[in-house]
T-cell receptor, first 118, second 113 residues
Framework: DAGVTQSPTHLIKTRGQQVTLRCSPI?????VSWYQQVLGQGPQFIFQ???????GRGNFPDRFSARQFPNYSSELNVNALLLGDSALYLC?????????????????FGDGTRLSIL | GENVEQHPSTLSVQEGDSAVIKCTYS??????FPWYKQELGKRPQLIID?????GEKKDQRIAVTLNKTAKHFSLHITETQPEDSAVYFC????????????FGPGTRLSVLP
């Protein structure tokens, strides 16, 4: 089975621009989370979506937004890019079956999108 | 909110020795504690996890212990090999139809041949 896939793998933008990052979860996974990983640091939680609804939001400004589609894929949008937004953006999915105790299911990461802001 | 600390930030061991990485967390509501290994330029990979109702879990050369009272958990790697060299992250969180994790800052483990 394919793992979590993210696109694009690399992206270069300039300050003030907008960017959209995409994530396809593992087949059957309904929960998707987004993380920002700055070089040399641990991933920082941005958003979590389950069944197209936002279930969690980290301490990021409103310039960051996301959505999940009926096929459980997800997009992360960042507006008015700043130099500090340069990072590896990771998507992770987990299996959360309806009607079953879905707590504490392992989370699987994609390879990420490396975003560079000039 | 949750805050996770991780020590040491760097760790060098001789091949065959054991390595221990320790993490503390602040939110008593956290109930799930995964450990991830991240090699340079690659995705974080889950290596072991533990739930709050368990005190210890082992998978071959890797083990994790959890002390809920003290709010700390540790990763133990025995018989280290050069391929164990990577950055290791602990995380703490709770499930909300998925995972909402706070990661530690990471430990760079170097296994010297």
């Amino acid at each position: 089975d394919a793992g979590v896939t993210q696109s694009p793998t690399h992206l270069i933008k300039t300050r003030g621009q907008q960017v959209t990052l995409r994530c396809s979860p593992i087949s059957g996974h309904k929960s998707v989370s987004w993380y920002q990983q700055v070089l040399g640091q641990g991933p920082q939680f941005i958003f979590q979506y389950y069944e197209k609804e936002e279930r969690g939001r980290g301490n990021f400004p409103d310039r960051f937004s996301a959505r999940q589609f009926p096929n459980y894929s997800s997009e992360l949008n960042v507006n008015a890019l700043l130099l500090g937004d340069s990072a590896l953006y990771l998507c992770a999915s987990s299996f959360s079956p309806t009607g079953v105790d879905s707590r504490n299911q392992p989370q699987h990461f994609g390879d990420g999108t490396r975003l560079s802001i000039l | 909110g949750e805050n996770v600390e991780q020590h040491p930030s760097t760790l060098s061991v001789q091949e065959g020795d054991s390595a221990v990485i320790k993490c503390t967390y602040s939110d008593s509501a956290s109930n799930y504690f995964p450990w991830y290994k991240q090699e340079l330029g690659k995705r974080p990979q889950l290596i072991i996890d533990i739930r709050s109702n368990v005190g210890e879990k082992k998978d071959q050369r890797i083990a994790v212990t959890l002390n809920k009272t003290a709010k700390h958990f540790s990763l133990h790697i025995t018989e280290t090999q050069p391929e164990d060299s990577a950055v290791y992250f602990c995380a703490a969180g709770f499930d909300n139809y998925g995972q909402n994790f706070v990661f530690g800052p990471g430990t760079r483990l170097s296994v010297l041949p």
